[in-house]
């Protein structure tokens, strides 16, 4: 149409600015400015916007805005749109391909025929074809009935509008070859608008411009924002002030493309709104280079030619200029923050690795009186200082927070410089820290992670650099054990060894890769039918493995087998069931042929995932509070004594139980490849203990970075990369059909976060497994909190790390794309960590093993 | 089927051991010994393992040694082979022309060996000759055999560590080549199949229980090169999208490189005098 009818119709390419999100997108095509990167993650409960843009300007006109589709519009303009005619419709469901369409279809015909004297705009908001990428992708041939379910109501829309009306169809964003988006690629900017009226109206630039030659690569494109003066000048109404875009040439220069006039003065209204609008910004509007352009125009506006081509330059030369300097920075708060944060890891350092352990217990009640006592001071003082200086960066709920942050780091330092000196903490370094080869190996590992911040290549190739630190974790524990003086120890330690490093090679075969990555990196992350297969398989080895490390310390007794071989296996084998049925779902055809329907499918699988949560998350947990202990005692008559046999490894048995039943939660929320990396990651962690006990390195920092590295590597294995697009926002529907409060926001939390969770847990069986029972059992919690600082101090060391490289690189061309997500994710790891490390491992499953153990043997 | 033999055969020791009981026998009420809390766990310093190295035969440092000839074929596999433009052709040419020096090496390696070992075997009396004679060629032959040989694990090390599998096959293979005639062969030529205690030390050496490495020229010329080669892997991911980037052209250089080094070390370490000797002990 666009060929055959050029004064009608006109096709171009429209540019996104990312990132790529549907809100962000809304914001950019109705106010014309650049979206802020942090908005990204208010996708999901859009406020109403307060910034001056296109629908406000129409209601403030007296235009009536007629709306139908995806609901985030009424979230976004709800006050500004024509009540009688606006039809939202539940828009984050990305598994529903047809319900918010079909009700765009159900309505806009009616508004159209019937109430078209009712409106002045209409908005129709399609999600068919967004939510299809998101679950098929967009090779499957269920985008195709969709692409051709719109070519057909864009054709019947074409044929019932007026003369006096112009169709724009656009996409907001488009979408990467996994049918994702939200970030930067070339594939999830572009998009098309397609402008069209009745009457002849749109005029032509020379045809170079529209090559379609190599898949249109050079075909005319314009900025998503250029949408917004162009639209407001051909509804006339005032551009939104905030609008950073230029007139669509196209739609000004008239059906034969000599109109210079029209455009000229489209132009000059735009320039001069984006002249006021840089002149409210101190910085903007001190930028010399724009300001002379702004009056060379001024002296050549005779010629209209002449005056557009300048017209464009101060406009496009002015974008790119705010884009520059679109982000802003906090500086104070910047430095607040990695100010806390060393604070935190200097206090963290001193109170679980220089001070005795036995002083931390005495001390931990006056800890708590002077950081009672400081934190009141310190709000005071902040509140004060916050109300004399009125300092811009800092609120006053702000300046209440970090008093209390400032006021337990006091507190806890206060009684600790009572007793002890600076130079006597240092000198404990040097003798607490280090305490082999294996600790400066460790803390070379840390200062490596730490320094991969400082490149965004090291960042895009995290995943396999901290494989390759776990293999050579392998490789030296491989020679270390045969330096074991018992040779069964020996044997032991090398094979445990070896099957760590080819666990380890093996699962870093799984990889989701990130765009970055390019050609050297191929995505093996995909939910294939062996993926499936795999995951049933899994659900009778794992627990079968996990059974002969059990058996290996005697302890496959009482409750073991129960939990393992049947309750274990039980949900795994659910979980496997489930991901068939979300497999068939996804396969149509194949659904077709089993002559299972799709309601039966999502029923089943819905309610299998929410027992199999419920049961290992809530239920089993319960189970576990009350007291299961994998020992069996055996009464002998003569001599009159008990065996106690599984003794050797009681804590760590009874502990590894609760592991299971976290880690069956987290394996039902893992799509089928992620299930597989887990069930890997179970068996490393159980070896990797084996050679802790074996090699003696269990309060050895170098365990808990390997932890850590664990952690890590899982991340990558399930399918995730510190990157925005990579976050797996469907398995927010695994557990329900709509978005619910506490169930999708765990699915998605163990879906992400699932292998930080379960090695956080983890780590206290480094202190545990495998060892007798004792009289005391506070030291256990001792060294347990020990470990456990140690891997937040680990993670800690790399938020800052990460807060002082992304604050350097802030100008950075990759920063947005690469080193403030990767910021994010540490961050959100460290409070994840945090979380877990406090209120679960330490404050719930450690004691409760150890006292239980109390409580019916007294020892 | 590993792990059930593994089971079966902690089964058959019952004995109580310290560390890591596999099942202890209690009495009811269950025994309340008051031990001290730090006898639990070990002093954090201390060392499972920190019976005294086992001494192996340390040969004398000689400038004659360090290993100069690779730094030429490094220098020639970027300029004469072209190793940038064309990996896998310029590390098998590289690889011919390493072997044959390497043979050469092999002999000077050899001859210092016989010298070193005349010396210390002195007061043994034992029969050895200082020269290169026929029986040293053909363990010099065999020698270059097992170190191509050696490249098999090597190569597999290599994939465990991450080398790609399926694409670049033959270039982790040459590199294994590389790395086992650098590091494999001279060590073959000190510690020698002939050689009476040839279990012990090389049960030693891959363990890496030697003593004084620092001053073990051959040695810390092959703990060199490995190290070289696991810092080589470092710029390979950095987008400065280099030919010289291409894997493995880094971590060979690292190896030479490191290989040098390591050498150079252990020559100088060889030269400390006995007085700092006991001050590092």
Known sequence: MAKNHPENAVLLKFLADPPTTTLQRLKGLTTGSLPTFIDAGSNFNGDIIEEDNLISQLYFSGRKVAFTGDDTWDALFGPYLYRNLTFPYESLNVWDLYSVDQGVIDHIFPIMKDNSTDWDVLIGHFLGVDHCGHRYGPQHYAMKDKLHQLDDVIRKVISEMDDETVLFVFGDHGMDSTGNHGGETQDELESALFMYSKTPYFGRLSSDKYDLTDLGANYRAIDQIDFVPTVAMLLGIPIPFNSLGSPIEEAFIGPHGNDAETLADALRTTTNQINQYRHTSPELAADTEINRLYSRLHEKSTEWNEFSSLAYNYQEKSLAKCKEKWATFDDTNIFIGIGLLALAWTLLVIYSKLIPSVVVAQLNPQFFYSSLALILVYTVLLASFRFVFRPASLPLPWALLLGVALGIANGILAPIMDRYSIPWLVSQVGENLIQNGWTYFALLIVAMHALIFTSNSFIIWEDRIVSFWLASFGVCAFFKSFQLTRGRNRLLGAYHSLVFIILTRLVSQIRLCREEQGAQCISTFKTSPYAVGGLFVSAIILPWIIKSFFSASYCYEGSAPVWISKGFRGTMILTAITWTAEFLEHDEKLADALRVSFGTLKTTRMTLARVVVGVSLVAANFGWASGPLCVKIELQEEPKRARIVGYGNAYGSSYFLFFINILSGVLECSKPMAGLSLAVLAYQLLTLFEIVNLLNIRTNLISVVVVGLLGYLHFFTTGHQATLQSIHWDSAFLLTETIMFPLTHLAVILDTFGPFILTSIAVALLTLWKKPPASKPVAFVSKVAENATSLLLYQITLTISTMVMTNHFRRHLMVWKIFAPRYMMNGLVLIVMNLVLVFVTIGFACPKVLKRWYDVFGA | ?281
């Open chain 2, 1 to 281: 089927m590993k792990k059930a033999k593994k089971v079966s055969f902690s089964k058959e020791r019952k004995e109580y051991q310290p560390g890591q009981p596999s099942e202890v026998v209690t009495d009811i009420p269950s025994d309340s010994s008051d031990k001290p809390i730090e006898d639990l766990w070990e002093s954090p310093g201390r060392n499972i393992t920190d019976s005294p190295k086992p001494s192996i035969f340390t040969p004398n440092g000689s400038f004659v040694l360090i290993p100069l000839h690779l730094l030429v074929i490094l220098y020639l596999e970027f300029t004469y082979f072209n190793i940038q433009s064309n990996v896998d052709g310029a590390l098998l040419k590289g690889l011919y022309l390493l072997a044959s020096c390497q043979f050469i090496y092999g002999i000077l390696v050899t001859v210092n060996t016989n010298r070193s070992r005349k010396v210390s075997k002195k007061n043994k009396k034992a029969k050895v000759s200082s020269s290169f004679n026929s029986g040293d060629l053909l363990g010099l032959i065999f020698a270059l055999v097992l170190s191509i040989l050696s490249s098999i694990p090597l190569f597999i090390t290599f994939i465990l560590f991450g080398a790609p599998i399926g694409s670049y096959t033959l270039r982790t293979f040459l590199l294994a080549l590389h790395t086992g005639l650098i590091t494999v062969l001279p060590m073959l030529c000190t510690y020698r199949l002939s050689d009476s205690d040839f279990k012990v030390d090389w049960a030693n050496i891959l363990t890496f229980q030697v003593d004084k490495f620092y001053k073990n020229q051959i040695y810390s010329m092959a703990i060199g090169g490995m190290i070289g080669c696991w810092l080589g892997v470092i710029p390979i991911p950095l987008d400065w999208d280099r030919p010289w980037q291409a894997w493995p052209i880094t971590l060979l250089g690292g190896m030479y490189l490191g290989g040098v080094v390591g050498n150079a070390v252990g020559w100088l370490g060889g030269k400390l005098p006995a007085s700092s000797e006991q001050v590092s002990e």
